[in-house]
């Protein structure tokens, strides 16, 4: 049961960021469990929900990234904000975030050379 709550709270989430964006158009990146590495732009918001993410060093997120559980590292660009609420962030050395870093619990590193344009 533990594992379906989150699912429930994204599935009650969805209509309301539908109307969300330009023209009505929301895009969002789920990520929950297991290895993943985004070698591609994300082209929205990333939403992690556990597992462990790798944001390569070419890779972008145009949107937001929302973190409540796992292991995340940025050795690429957010764009938008990063709201983390548990688990683990790390910033590589060529690591940008344009937004702000809202930090809520969990371990936060960076690298010297990681960039945050936020507060």
């Known amino acids: ?12 989430l969805l209509p309301l960021l539908a109307g ?3 023209e009505g158009l929301y895009s969002l990146t789920v ?4 290895q993943h590495e985004l070698a591609r732009d994300v082209p929205g918001d990333l939403l992690v929900l ?12 145009a949107g937001n990234v929302h973190m409540l559980l796992g292991d995340l590292l940025v050795l690429g660009e957010i764009r938008g904000d990063v709201a983390f609420l548990n688990g683990r962030l790390r ?9 702000d870093l809202h930090l809520g619990g ?12 936020g507060r």
């Open 1 to 12: 049961m533990r594992s379906f709550k989150p699912v429930l709270l994204l599935i009650l």
């Open 20 to 22: 969300c964006g330009a």
């Open 31 to 34: 990520v929950s469990d297991g």
């Open 50 to 61: 556990g597992g462990a993410v790798t944001l390569a060093e070419d890779a972008t997120v």
């Open 91 to 99: 910033l590589g050395p060529a690591a940008r975030i344009d937004g």
């Open 106 to 117: 969990g371990a936060y590193s960076a690298e010297p050379g990681a960039v945050i344009a």
